[in-house]
């Protein structure tokens, strides 16, 4: 199966909004998104279900991201609003593969993309 392609990522002010894009999500899987900061660990940041009917989110973007999707389009999104320099990072989405593990977990997930880079400065 393929790898996940993020897109949408950019230099960005703080307060601004972004809007990032994975594909080709599968119309049955879970998927996550998470984000690496320099010199950071990688951490979780939000996960949909298949349906879309349940989401998840870190409390460091909680009220400020949205995460969705269109299956019609194998598509999922990061609404990103508000943004704040500590947002800076790539951002990666994956499929979530192995139930043994929650949801938040990167080792649950594969099918990892390249990233997409996300700058917050003034």
């Known amino acids: 199966q393929a790898h996940m392609v993020e897109s949408g990522g950019g230099l960005v002010q703080p307060g601004d909004s972004l809007r990032l894009s994975c594909a080709p999500a599968g119309r049955t899987d879970r998927m996550g998104w998470f984000r690496q900061a320099p010199g950071k660990e990688r951490e979780f940041v939000a996960t949909?279900?298949?349906?879309?009917?349940?989401?998840y989110y870190a409390d460091s973007v909680k009220g400020r991201f949205t995460i969705s999707r269109v299956n019609a389009k194998n598509t999922v999104y990061l609404q990103m609003n508000s943004l704040k320099p500590e947002d800076t990072a790539v951002y990666y989405c994956?499929?979530?593969?192995?139930?043994?593990?929650?949801?938040?977990?990167?080792?649950?997930?594969?099918?990892w993309g390249q990233g997409t880079q996300v700058t917050v400065s003034s």
């Open positions: 949909i279900n298949w349906i879309g009917s349940s989401t």
């Open positions: 994956a499929r979530y593969s192995d139930t043994r593990l929650t949801i938040d977990n990167e080792r649950a997930y594969d099918l």
